[in-house]
Every structure is written in structure tokens, then in C-alpha cells.
């Protein structure tokens, strides 16, 4: 096949038995395992038909190519598989992803099998890039870099929403208003969520991916001593036809560190212009990001020490939107404490929950969400009484 399995890293027809067991396992697949295969290929081959349907621009003759193979993925497709069309997984510990992906791969598979006709299959694999679009960020929400400036796809991620956080609804409404406009194409702001520990600040972020993916978001996380690759990352991203976010957590420099440079010139960006679907979503306890000392304000070897400080303060300017989470007061706590109890389900009297509650902080870092939810999840563990 020209386009389709050539130098391809995803199962073929023709895979083992094991393999295709192996396949049907990973994502809970019932019933044809290898139209389920044939499907997984047609959503994840990147070539350039599939790619110029998910930019919505013209396949030229790239078409013609694609439409012989896709005929003999649909010969495949349609033949009799006997021993794996009725098949039943027995996996069970299955993540959240997982499940999602499996049935985003029967839901195409059962599309497809609509369709016998070569016209009628064809169009069908058209409307699905145009639709959804092709390859990893076709059916993955997340991903994380490698050291070697690989993407590896996230499997295992949280199942959070904004109404698993209570309060701080001023932050919720600002960051989801600026993802909502860079979901929708418009401009929005790279984005600093501040403030002390344990507020929620990351789960914001998770909550804000999951609430945009069916808008085409997707969020990849890099760690500041990788991002000598955010030139690299950028010019990949910039052709596709998604709305990425680059996630850093608890991002903070010391004064010997130099990545910062690096961050700098990915925000701003150098000669080239910095793609529109890109955005910078970090986490920090810190709103100065570059740890500053008091002998550099004082500035006794430094002949030009305001530049230097402006140096360090220029970076967290250059987030255009920040967003502060301060430290819940006591009675915020307790409200924190009462919500999520409430969620999980534990009936106990309001004045012991929250004497009991008080306690755990005095001993767990002082008021905080983090703290509230870890004392939640204890209390369930061990019926604290």
C-alpha cells in the first residue's frame, strides 16, 4: 500500500493472533477484532491525504493514491474472520483513556461496516478526518515529553472537572474564558496560575483539558529541563489542526539556572512568528518565577543590577494573563472539607467532621484543598471517628 502501513508503527492486517488479542485487550474491543484493527489504522496512519483532510485543505492527487488502499483495507475489512468476530475481553482495570479510545475505535468500526461500497466506505473514512482528524492527537487527550524530545501519549489520566473544585470561582471563570476563546480560534493569553500549595492549581489545568478536548484541545507537559526542544515541539505542532497547550507544573527557577532563556524566546518567539495554536499553560508557587536575592537588589558586583533584575521579572510578564489561588482561610477549609464529604458520600455529624478535619491540618501542612482531600480520602480509608 502507497500511503496507508507503509513504514507504519500501528498493527496490520495480517498480525499475529496474539497481536490482535493483545490489541483487542488494551482498549476492551468486542465482537471483530480485525475491523477494529482496520479502523485503529484508518484513524491514526498520518499520511498526506489524511493530514490534508484534517487541515481542510485539498487532497490533490494524494486521493486517488488513498482510495486504492482504502479499498483493500475495505476488502480486509469485510472478509470472514471466524475466530475473532465474536470476541470478548476480559481485561477489566481499565483507565479512563483506555475505555475512551476503545470506544471512539467501535464506534468508527461500526460506521465503517455501513458502508460495503468502495464510494460509500471511502466517504465515510473522509468525514471521519475532517471531522476528528488523523494519527495520536487524533485520539489522545495528553502527552508527555521524553528527555529525547519524544511525545509519548498520557494513558492514565485524571477524570477531573471544575465542579470537583469548590470555590475560586473568579480563576475558574478567567481560564476557562481565555481556553474557550483559544479553543474557538480567537486570541487568548498564555496563562500563570499562582499562589500557595495545594490550592488546585494543576487540577485546574486538568479539568480545563478535559472540559476543551472535544473542542480540539490538547495538552502536552514539558519539563523545564526540556525546553531546549520548545523550538522543535512548536514547528511540529504548528501544522496540525489542533489547539495545543504546553502544560509546565510548578514551574520555578533558581538563580543558577538558565532554561528560562529558552521559555523566553518560545513566548515571545525569535524571527519566526509564533504559532496561533499554541498556548502556555503553567503552575507555580511562585509570581516571580526566577528566584531573585537580596544581594542582587543591593547589587554590589552588578554595574547595571536594575537590568539584571528586570531580566529575571520579564519572564513572568510575558504569561499575558496571571491568575492568583491564595491559601483558603479556616472557614474556607471547612467548607472544602464539608463539599467533599458530601461528594463522597460520608455521613457524619457536621462539628466532629470539622474538629476532626481541624486536627489532620494542624498535622498535614495547614489549610489548604490538597489537604482537605487527603484528609477526605483518609477518613474513608479509616473511618476516623
Not at 490482535?20 to 491514526?44: L, P, S
Request: aromatic letters at 12%.
Amino acid at each position: 500500500m502507497i500511503l496507508y502501513l507503509k513504514n507504519s508503527e500501528v498493527l496490520k492486517p495480517d498480525c499475529s493472533d496474539f497481536e490482535k488479542i493483545t490489541f483487542a485487550e488494551k482498549y476492551a474491543i468486542k465482537g471483530d477484532v480485525v475491523k477494529a484493527i482496520i479502523a485503529y489504522i484508518i484513524m491514526t496512519d498520518e499520511n498526506p491525504f489524511s493530514l490534508s483532510l484534517e487541515r481542510s485543505e485539498g487532497t490533490g492527487t494524494a486521493e486517488a493514491f488513498a482510495k486504492k488502499d482504502i479499498d483493500a483495507l475495505r476488502q480486509i475489512f469485510f472478509e470472514d474472520h471466524k475466530e475473532f468476530s465474536n470476541y470478548i475481553p476480559t481485561r477489566k482495570n481499565l483507565s479512563n483513556e483506555e475505555k475512551r479510545i476503545g470506544g471512539m475505535i467501535e464506534k468508527l468500526s461500526s460506521n465503517l461496516n455501513n458502508f460495503n461500497d468502495l464510494e460509500g466506505f471511502f466517504h465515510c473514512v473522509k468525514e471521519f478526518y475532517k471531522t476528528y482528524g488523523v494519527g495520536s492527537f487524533c485520539i489522545n487527550k495528553a502527552f508527555y515529553m521524553q528527555d529525547d524530545g519524544k511525545i509519548v501519549p498520557v494513558s492514565h489520566l485524571r477524570n477531573v472537572s471544575f465542579n470537583d473544585i469548590y470555590g475560586y470561582e473568579s480563576q475558574k471563570q478567567k481560564l476557562l474564558r481565555n481556553t474557550a476563546a483559544f479553543a474557538n480560534g480567537n486570541s487568548a493569553n498564555n496563562v500563570l496560575l499562582y499562589g500557595d500549595s495545594g490550592t488546585g492549581k494543576s487540577t485546574a489545568i486538568k479539568a480545563t483539558l478535559n472540559e476543551f478536548f472535544d473542542k480540539g484541545v490538547r495538552m502536552i507537559q514539558i519539563a523545564k529541563h526540556q525546553f531546549m526542544h520548545l523550538g522543535k515541539l512548536t514547528e511540529i505542532l504548528k501544522g496540525r489542526n489542533y489547539r495545543f497547550i504546553l502544560y509546565m507544573d510548578d514551574l520555578s527557577f533558581e538563580d543558577f539556572e538558565t532554561e528560562y532563556k529558552y521559555l523566553k524566546a518560545a513566548i515571545e518567539g525569535g524571527l519566526e512568528e509564533k504559532p496561533e495554536n499554541v498556548l502556555i499553560y503553567a503552575t507555580s508557587n511562585r509570581r516571580h518565577l526566577i528566584k531573585e536575592t537580596f544581594s542582587e537588589r543591593e547589587g554590589a558586583d552588578d554595574i547595571h543590577r536594575n537590568e539584571s533584575i528586570q531580566e529575571k521579572i520579564s519572564l513572568s510578564d510575558r504569561f499575558g494573563l496571571s491568575i492568583f489561588y491564595p491559601k483558603p482561610m479556616q472557614s474556607e477549609y471547612f467548607d472544602i472539607v464539608l463539599y467533599l464529604a458530601e461528594k463522597s458520600g460520608i455521613c457524619v455529624e457536621r462539628n466532629t467532621l470539622i474538629a476532626k478535619a481541624r486536627e489532620w491540618a494542624a498535622a498535614h501542612g495547614g489549610y489548604s484543598g490538597r489537604c482537605a482531600t487527603q484528609f477526605i480520602a483518609q477518613f474513608k480509608i479509616s473511618n476516623i471517628e
